[in-house]
């Protein structure tokens, strides 16, 4: 008989910790019992899993010697508050907010890319899911910087408002409405309006002009890389697109190499589908799925190592829940 685990997910209230509830009933995760938690307690009673109610409680006064495994879901100031507290009672604590993503003590983990970094997760009790731009693109980038070496990477990120959570697609899903019963808005999340419209700043700017998620972007792939030398720019958009981050890449390789050898490795990265005969979308391959989808790849014609693609991913998903739920999978694999 399979062991079970019993679980607590911190952000029951969050498009994050909704859809790691789904999954874990999809992917059939061996739960004993669960606990759904909140960061601040509202206006939400209970939730359901597995075709039972479960009530909702606050992580202040939660237990967490109750539990083996905790999914932070709830941002960086929950993480900040509760994280330590429940890794010292000997929970295992993966995290989805940005708390951990810069401390060298804390395991980065997309398991299909670095897996093995897993086994560094005792030191803390605490293992770090990166962010969802970074965690998408690795699942392509890690099999051609295996293959023939990554020199530079130039990103353009178009990123949907499901990145800012419910408040975001709230935002999006009222303006439009406002906008077309012929009504003004006014942003409150965003800096400026977001329906029909782009903003190319996501996150304070920095003294040089990058924002707080180009930096982020930067060191998150170079750790994961384990390669300093790369070079990286990067330019974060927001979209008027309710789910679905898409990526306009160039790469450029330390070796020359064929265009096939970048379609070959791409055809084998798990997690990552090459779309070659149909169109790519946020809509039609990005919302609701598990995969990266890539397509339009090509040589770029004024690059001798030069490499094009379009990626499109659910960021809520591989970006966000999924990765958080396959790095607790790997745990029990390797039997923690």
């Known amino acids: 008989m399979n062991p079970s685990f019993d679980i607590a997910v911190l952000g029951v209230d969050t498009l994050g910790g909704e859809l790691l509830l789904e999954l874990l009933e999809e992917r059939q995760f ?30 202040e006064t939660f237990d967490w010697t109750q539990v083996q495994l905790a999914f932070f879901m709830a941002g960086s100031d929950a993480t900040a508050s509760w994280a330590e507290a429940a890794a010292a009672e000997g929970c295992i604590v993966i995290d989805n907010s940005l708390h951990y993503r810069h401390d060298h003590d804390v395991p980065l983990v997309i398991p299909e890319v670095n897996g093995d970094a897993l086994a560094d997760y005792r030191e803390r009790n605490i293992v770090a899911s990166p962010t969802c731009i970074v965690t998408e693109l690795m699942l392509a980038l890690k099999p051609i910087h ?11 990120s178009l990123q949907s408002v499901a990145g800012s959570g419910k408040a975001g697609v709230q935002e999006l899903a009222g303006q439009t409405a406002q906008l077309l019963n012929g009504r003004p808005v006014e942003p409150a999340l965003y800096p400026a309006q977001i329906a029909f419209n782009l903003i190319p700043q996501i996150d304070d700017l920095t003294e040089d002009g990058d924002t707080l998620e180009e930096r982020r972007f930067e060191s998150e792939v ?7 030398r790369i070079g990286i720019n990067a330019t974060c958009v927001r979209v008027p697109v309710f789910y679905g981050h898409s ?8 070796y020359g190499c064929a265009l096939e050898e970048i379609r070959q490795a791409l055809l084998a990265a798990p997690g990552v589908q090459l779309v070659e005969d149909e169109l790519v979308t946020p809509i039609s391959h990005g919302a609701g799925q598990n995969d990266v989808f890539i397509s339009r790849l090509r040589q770029d014609k004024t690059c001798e190592h030069g490499f094009n693609f379009w990626l499109v991913t659910d960021n809520t998903r591989k970006g966000g829940a999924l990765n958080c739920l396959q790095i607790a999978e790997r745990l029990i694999e390797e039997q923690m």
């Open 30 to 59: 061996p739960v004993g019992k669960i606990y759904a938690l909140v960061a601040r307690e509202g206006e939400l009673e209970s939730v359901r899993f597995a075709g039972r109610t479960v009530p909702v409680a606050a992580a």
């Open 146 to 156: 295996d293959e023939v070496g990554i020199a530079r990477i130039n990103l353009v």
């Open 222 to 228: 170079r750790r994961l890389l384990g390669d300093e």
């Open 247 to 254: 990526q306009v890449v160039h790469l450029e390789t330390q």
